[in-house]
């Protein structure tokens, strides 16, 4: 038996980035399951049953729009900074910080229960996060990116 060369292992790497990848995507599918779980319990719960939580689902769609238009936008992806990056920072930090306060304000109104509100602002710190997982994982710009679909 001879020993295995350094080609043989070539399609090793490959497969044990394609694990990673898979492992990553289906980390980031269950936390974002999570979060719509607890959005879901903040309104559908017999206690509360008022749905206008369900409001915060637009600025879940609407936040990374700034960052797509500005990585469209500017072309220089070696300048440390940019103004139209900051730009699209400054905005879609307004619209997750108008998605925690969305709860809030109709909880102080009330036309949802404080419970209501704490359930729909865990799920948004879950699902804010699992969008800025999604774009460190995703993100890079390498082969397998989803800005080439």
């Not at 070539?10 to 779980?37: D, E, H, K, Q």
């Not at 017999?46 to 689902?57: H, I, K, M, S």
């Not at 400054?90 to 009330?110: D, H, K, N």
Request: charged share 10%; with cysteine; hydrophobic share 55%.
């Amino acid at each position: 038996m001879e020993p295995l060369q350094t080609s043989d292992w070539s399609g090793f790497g490959l497969v044990f980035w394609l694990f990673l990848v898979l492992r990553a995507l289906v980390a980031l599918s269950f936390s974002g399951a999570i979060g719509l779980t607890f959005l879901m319990l903040g309104c559908a719960l017999e206690d509360y049953g008022v749905y206008w939580p369900l409001f915060v689902l637009i600025f879940y769609v609407i936040s990374p729009i700034p960052h797509f238009i500005a990585k469209r936008a500017t072309d220089d992806s070696d300048a440390a900074s940019s103004a139209c990056r900051e730009l699209a920072y400054f905005f879609t930090t307004g619209i997750v910080v108008s998605a925690f306060g969305l709860p809030i304000i109709l909880a102080r109104v009330a036309v949802i229960k404080w419970g209501a509100c704490g359930l729909v602002l865990a799920g948004n710190a879950v699902i804010f996060l699992t969008i800025l997982g999604f774009f460190l994982v995703f993100g890079r710009g390498d082969d397998f990116s989803w800005e080439q679909w």
